[in-house]
């Protein structure tokens, strides 16, 4: 507001209109005030012709001048709305001294329209304002409350800390401005705000962990309440009553003055703040610490297209998927077929071996079948994120050719399950195979990648992602064998699941190694350094009624040792079998199960020599329906 | 003679006809709440604070330095002076019991209470109404300068919230 001449003039006139007045009482008993005036407002006190009761009340401190006393002063000095009122506004004076410079809030307390307080003039201090007589309501808090019900301005809170903080729920943040207020003020006010210090806000999962320490050094051996406040709004109050002989020692009080509280929070990011709540004198509660922090930063969700098989004129996808941010959680899964959205489904098929593998509950397995129109197709399976973190996951990305009805499968391009993945054959568009990963095995702390690429002139090359993450770009410089390159890649690894991806580089390829535009020829998740058994899902055959599952497991800390398997159909487990050590067997297993029609996923596990130790996982396979017999690749241990 | 031409005062979804010899600010704080972050000045206003038009009228010369009910002012009423407040509150607040009544309300002198005041000043008498208008939550505050005048000068009172004019 830009002050005209009139306006100016009038500024003029209102100083003297406004001059300071005392009253007779204030003077004769301003001596004992004075020690208090000089802690207040000291060059207030000392710069102008003001009486102590003056520099301790302020201004407008006498009843006939028409403002409402503090609520501290009549409330046995408690700067809190009496019984039987109501916060029904706010105001706010800026730059206040009271304040450090920061805002300076004022809260009405209203009473209600019952007669219950009478209007008169405080005598007990120099704070001689009116109680209970102006009938005025800012018109911010407690807006369920009708003017009808609304009584007088009872007394006045004030505070450093905004209402709609200090009184969230209650108080709007619509703001009201009286700076001729400025310098309004009680001797119940004049004590000393509470201090203190919040040395975390962190946050481990959803868990959010707060500690610190405050105290009222009008009461230094009594314990405090703090009030925490989430993105704005009150959240909880504590008792800072935890024992905290440092601060004590250092600030030569006594009592206890800690804190520390953790909650649960929901994922994302918030802003928690801390006030220490004022329990003597001084205005406000103020805030003691306030961070913003990522609650639950999350991941991304895991998960495997299975397999991704033409079956007649249809499509079976099978995999998993789930968010580790709520791993007991069905998630979405979307299916694009050729770069077009086709559907999406929810994972709800128990998946024991992905439970088991990654100590989770729940059903995240997936099963689908549609159909397809002849010819080849590309199909990307993303699982969508629930929880933090932030995108979806490409759990699949595989190109197969629709025959049509009447068909069988091709083998070749069925996807293996995750853990265990046999070798796969990746085709472009085209149905032109664009390279193989036949096997990916760990040993001690390195993992080897076998495979081939289409030798079609020039060196070709691989990039090798680990866990999502460019690890390294081979050269595959051959020889080439029936117009195949051979890779054979071992790269050192940590111990625990690592999902490795290669990714085909065409020779004198420009584009680099991010997997965005990339053939992926083979994807595995094998199992690094990690103690127990180990094995080989070598082969699961239909043969009429029955399917054989052949393979091997051993413990290599224990050698020589009978290891019991169990075998899942579709995540169920079907029936229990040992290792055979005898001399010709060497730990292997030759398991004959009755089959049942349709596509299913049989899957492997190992015992543990050790009791409570997870069991291994040693293989699985997806039959496809008329996969009668089909001649199975590799299978790879993990 | 001509008839003095009524000054129009415009701003912030809010407009009015000035009678002669009356004079209006229309304005909305700016509220100055640094970076919320410890140690930084809040001076004018914390992070999250709203501010929201606000409308004064008066048939005297208005102070620069007001508060929104019109503190700094009313102090230099004179006997047959006026002094109107419209103050508009967030959004937050629609629909509430408070709020409830619709429309700028015409005053009947018996409605101006000596107390109902935000700071009492002896002779004059006060009115406080909330309403919406326009989806708009208000708050309209006015203040007479001789509580004995009140048929007079609610009858200017009214003439000039006739002239105010909510847009929504």
Redesign the interface.
Known sequence: MTASLAERIVNRLAVHADRPRTSRRGFLGGATLVGAALVVSPWRYLTRPASAYDAVCGAHNTCAEGYTVFCCTINGGNNSCPPDSFIGGWWKADNSSFCGGNARYYIDCNAYRDGRYTCHCNTTTCDQRRVACNQFRYGQCNTQIPWSQTGPVLCRVVSCTPPWVQYGGTCSSSSATDNNTATHSAPCLTGKVPVGVVEEISASGNTVHIKGWAYDPDSPGTSISVAIYQDGKGLMGIHASLPRSDVNSSRHITGNHGFEVRFTASSGQHNFTVFAMNIKGGSGNPRIGSKTITVNAGTAPLGHLDSCNPVGDSVVLTGWAFDRDAPSTSIAVNIYQDNKPLMGIHTGVLRSDVNSAYHISGTHGFKVQFKATTGAHNYKVWAMNVGGGTGNTLIGNHSLIVRGAGTTAAPAAAVAPAGIRTAELTVDPAGNAVGELESVSAAGTSVRLVGWLPDTGGEPAVAVHEDDQVLHWYPVPGPSRAGRRGFDITVPAGTGLHTYSVYALAPNSTAGTDATDLPLIGQRTVRVNQSGAVGVLERVQRIGDTVRLTGWASDPDRPGRRLALTVFRDGVALSRHQTDFSPDRDGGFDISIADLPGVHTYTVYAAPSDPGAPPTLIGARTLAESEDEADDPQVVSV | MSTPTAKRLTGHGLAVGLPPRWEG?I?R?V?DAGT???GR??????P?????PVLHLANF?????????G??AV??MGPDHLFVAL?E??P??LG?????PVGIPRIRPGQF?P????????GQA?F???FTEAGRPF?LYVVIGSHRQAVQLTQQANAVLEQIEVSP
């Open positions: 600010r304005y704080r509220i919320g972050q410890p000045l809040q001076a004018t206003g914390w999250g604070e709203n501010s929201y010369a208005l102070p620069a330095s007001r508060g929104d009910y503190t700094g102090e230099l103050l509150f967030g937050d607040c509430s019991a408070l709020y409830a209470n107390n109902g005041m935000q700071r009492r000043v002896a006060g406080q109404h909330f708050c």
